[in-house]
């Protein structure tokens, strides 16, 4: 089906959007920076 005549596309994307920052707020909460924040208790790095 064409995504110009797709009633569902708007809706999915609009849900995947939310989704996308709950799962992002969820792993701030989780370690307790913003993303591309540093801090002491951090404990994800960069590998090299």
């Known amino acids: 089906m064409s995504d110009i005549v797709d009633p569902n596309r ?3 994307q609009v849900i995947a959007e939310f ?7 969820e ?5 307790g ?4 924040e540093r801090s002491p208790e951090r404990k994800a ?3 090299h």
């Open 10 to 12: 708007g809706s999915n």
């Open 19 to 25: 989704l996308n920052a709950a799962v992002q707020y």
């Open 27 to 31: 792993a701030c909460q989780q370690i």
């Open 33 to 36: 920076t913003l993303p591309y």
């Open 45 to 47: 790095t960069k590998l």
